[in-house]
């Protein structure tokens, strides 16, 4: 569920108004007073609440989930499990963003009117540069650095050690120790989510977080998405060049190297030890093993075994690639 730090619940909402909202039906006999008191991914979900299944991938995950109410399609409607609620509808992802705007209607930062929230924790020999921002509630861990004109956002947490550099902005994540932040960087901010309405793309509530974890170092104006509603996670010991875009959602395995102008787009899992080089850009939802190596101005359009080493666009095996190249080059010779 979203984290109370960051998001304000404005619910409960009765199952019976959420259907209705969705133009969506109900099974025969529900309880219409029963209530929805909150959003989850599948994997956490409780009994009291929502989740979507609009793609049969899912219905595995669904069987095993906990969740209380669905959203689902009418092909998918008959195959929630018993003591979960089904709301059919046409969108189920739309109807389940629908849901996610009334619970959370806001989820942006407030701020006061302080330079310093006096209720924000500031750890022992810290350094604030002049006109850095921190929110109210966050936690800022010993002998850190804050960089003049930084925004350290409402509930935000920095480990201790931490370097966080000039016009950095951060809100909606937890850092943890001796993490390097250089200049320019945007942490925290709307994954890139929307859906499809007659009167063009809505948007999607963006719940979710960043958790970055130690010894990270992200170079000078990257920017990296929070998650829609699970988070977004950079691991152990990442070393991120200048001008990285990380999407919702993403999940980065430890050690990872990420170089200058690479992007990758929402729900990519990468593994330990991955290495993707300059401007190579990877489409969403795509699973790279650990110890992968991606070459420079790949666009990635598959899944990347461990250990796997690819190039072009589409990526393939990088000797498979030098090979059509070798291959190209004779036919195009003069005779």
Not at 229 to 239: E, F, M, S, W, Y
């Amino acid at each position: 569920m979203p984290d109370p730090r960051f998001f304000h619940r404005a619910g409960p909402v009765p199952v019976a108004r959420a259907a209705e909202m969705v133009q969506g039906t109900l099974p025969a006999g529900v309880d219409a007073a029963l209530t929805i008191t909150d959003v989850a991914t599948l994997e956490v979900a409780a009994s009291g609440d929502a989740v979507f299944l609009s793609d049969k991938a899912f219905q595995p995950a669904l069987a095993q989930s906990k969740a209380g109410f669905c959203f689902a399609t009418f092909e998918l409607a008959a195959s929630v499990p018993r003591g979960c609620t089904a709301i059919t509808c046409a969108d189920p992802r739309a109807a389940f963003a629908q849901l996610c705007a009334v619970l959370y209607p806001d989820t942006s930062p407030a701020w006061g009117a302080q330079a310093v929230a006096s209720d924000a924790v500031v750890g022992p020999d810290v350094a604030i540069a002049p006109n850095a921002v921190i929110g109210a509630e966050a936690k800022i861990g010993a002998r850190s650095k804050i960089g003049p004109q930084a925004v350290i956002g409402p509930g935000v947490v920095i480990g201790d050690d931490c370097v966080i550099g000039a016009n950095v902005t951060i809100t909606h994540a937890l850092v943890g120790a001796r993490v390097i932040i250089h200049p320019g960087v945007q942490i925290g901010q709307d994954g890139f989510g929307f859906y499809a309405t007659p009167k063009g793309p809505r948007k999607i509530p963006q719940l979710g977080r960043v958790v970055i974890n130690d010894d990270v170092e992200i170079g000078a104006n990257c920017t990296i998405d929070r998650g829609a509603l699970a988070d977004t996670i950079i691991g152990r010991g990442c070393k991120l060049d200048n001008l990285v875009q990380i999407g919702h959602n993403v999940v980065l395995g430890q050690a990872c190297i990420i170089v200058s102008q690479v992007g990758i787009s929402g729900s990519c899992t990468i593994g330990d030890g991955v290495v993707i080089a300059g401007q190579a850009g990877l489409k969403d939802h795509l699973k790279i093993g650990s110890g992968a190596q991606i070459a420079a101005q790949s666009g990635l359009m598959r899944d990347v075994a461990p250990g796997e080493k690819v190039m072009g666009s589409p990526a393939k095996p990088i000797r498979q690639y030098f090979r059509e190249v070798a291959a190209v080059e004779k036919l195009t010779k003069k005779p």
